[in-house]
């Protein structure tokens, strides 16, 4: 057990180079659209103050691991949820244990990839804003100002010297006075919060924007008018097929006509983005242990300076 990699939060951050990342989190995206990945739907243990969720997953090519992930409350923070807890890596072909990481840069940077994944594929050009100032906001603006550092983003929340503070990520970031008036304009929205009720309308949003939506563990992210006339995008066919806590709040009893098209699909071309330019697209996350595995992946090979395959 002494050949375990054991790495603190700051260890994994530090070991996730945003680019690789991005390319191994499009492989996982492109083994879940295919059927290729195996990675049953999340289970969870429920505790007054939130849930413990487990997400095994294998994606050929990127190795096998397991998540362990608490999503509570925070009491101090009305609104907001931490994501606490561990990957576990194995070895794909002797079933080995290789690695513990911390979760919480894992998950986080992992969703901020898939996000940003959607956005490229499907969002037009223009403004850019994220809401929420919590760990996934932080992580989205910074995997943004990495990526696209000359693209101006704004950030919008409840607390103004939070917003400031994510904003100050980016090197062409600035903060926004209410959400309302920052999305008015947006070509793209990133939704990172811990929402248990709408903070985004269609009536706010414009007639061809993008969003991607990766918060709403506890509730509906989106109002249910901005998931009925959008186009529906997700990591997963379990995202509207399975109840919550795997699947997503929004995507809950969907009509039949209401199709949800997979991401991967897309990224593969196997499956075309927006049908038009004027459409309103929607990617709803609900995070995938194939991502866990693609993140997990990067940060060992980064440590070990080897490969898993």
Request: hydrophobic share 45%; charged share 15%; net charge negative.
């Given at each position: 057990?002494?050949?375990?990699?054991?790495?603190?939060?700051?260890?994994?951050?530090?070991?996730?180079?945003?680019?690789?990342?991005?390319?191994?989190?499009?492989?996982?995206?492109?083994?879940?659209?295919?059927?290729?990945?195996?990675?049953?739907?999340?289970?969870a243990a429920f505790a007054p103050g939130g849930l413990l969720?487990?997400?095994?997953?294998?994606?050929?090519?990127?190795?096998?691991?397991?998540?362990?992930?608490?999503?509570?409350?925070?009491?101090?923070?009305?609104?907001?949820?931490?994501?606490?807890?561990?990957?576990?890596?194995?070895?794909?072909?002797?079933?080995?244990?290789?690695?513990?990481?911390?979760?919480?840069?894992?998950?986080?940077?992992?969703?901020?990839?898939?996000?940003?994944?959607?956005?490229?594929?499907?969002?037009?050009?223009?403004?850019?804003?994220?809401?929420?100032?919590?760990?996934?906001?932080?992580?989205?603006?910074?995997?943004?100002?990495?990526?696209?550092?000359?693209?101006?983003?704004?950030?919008?929340?409840?607390?103004?010297?939070?917003?400031?503070?994510?904003?100050?990520?980016?090197?062409?970031?600035?903060?926004?006075?209410?959400?309302?008036?920052?999305?008015?304009?947006?070509?793209?929205?990133?939704?990172?919060?811990?929402?248990?009720?709408?903070?985004?309308?269609?009536?706010?949003?414009?007639?061809?924007?993008?969003?991607?939506?990766?918060?709403?563990?506890?509730?509906?992210?989106?109002?249910?008018?901005?998931?009925?006339?959008?186009?529906?995008?997700?990591?997963?066919?379990?995202?509207?097929?399975?109840?919550?806590?795997?699947?997503?709040?929004?995507?809950?009893?969907?009509?039949?006509?209401?199709?949800?098209?997979?991401?991967?699909?897309?990224?593969?071309?196997?499956?075309?983005?927006?049908?038009?330019?004027?459409?309103?697209?929607?990617?709803?996350?609900?995070?995938?242990?194939?991502?866990?595995?693609?993140?997990?992946?990067?940060?060992?090979?980064?440590?070990?300076?080897?490969?898993?395959?």
């Amino acid at each position: 057990m002494s050949d375990i990699l054991v790495l603190d939060k700051e260890a994994t951050l530090a070991a996730l180079d945003p680019r690789q990342l991005m390319t191994a989190v499009a492989e996982a995206l492109v083994a879940v659209a295919r059927g290729h990945a195996s990675a049953p739907p999340r289970t969870a243990a429920f505790a007054p103050g939130g849930l413990l969720g487990a997400m095994p997953g294998y994606v050929p090519g990127l190795g096998l691991a397991a998540k362990l992930v608490s999503v509570f409350h925070d009491p101090d923070r009305p609104g907001r949820s931490s994501h606490r807890g561990i990957v576990a890596l194995f070895d794909p072909e002797d079933g080995r244990p290789l690695a513990v990481l911390d979760a919480e840069p894992i998950t986080a940077w992992r969703t901020a990839a898939s996000a940003t994944h959607s956005a490229l594929a499907l969002a037009g050009p223009g403004p850019v804003v994220v809401v929420g100032t919590g760990v996934q906001a932080r992580a989205q603006v910074s995997l943004l100002a990495v990526l696209q550092p000359d693209v101006p983003v704004t950030v919008v929340g409840r607390d103004p010297a939070a917003a400031r503070a994510v904003a100050a990520l980016h090197p062409a970031g600035r903060a926004g006075d209410g959400i309302e008036d920052a999305v008015r304009e947006a070509a793209t929205v990133y939704c990172c919060t811990g929402a248990t009720e709408p903070v985004l309308r269609r009536e706010w949003l414009a007639p061809a924007a993008h969003v991607s939506s990766v918060g709403g563990s506890h509730g509906h992210e989106l109002d249910a008018e901005t998931v009925r006339e959008a186009e529906l995008f997700a990591e997963w066919p379990g995202a509207a097929g399975t109840a919550p806590p795997s699947g997503a709040h929004e995507l809950q009893g969907l009509p039949d006509d209401c199709g949800v098209t997979l991401l991967g699909s897309v990224l593969a071309g196997e499956a075309p983005g927006r049908s038009s330019p004027g459409s309103l697209t929607v990617f709803k996350s609900t995070g995938h242990a194939a991502l866990d595995v693609a993140a997990a992946y990067v940060v060992h090979r980064s440590v070990s300076g080897g490969a898993l395959r």
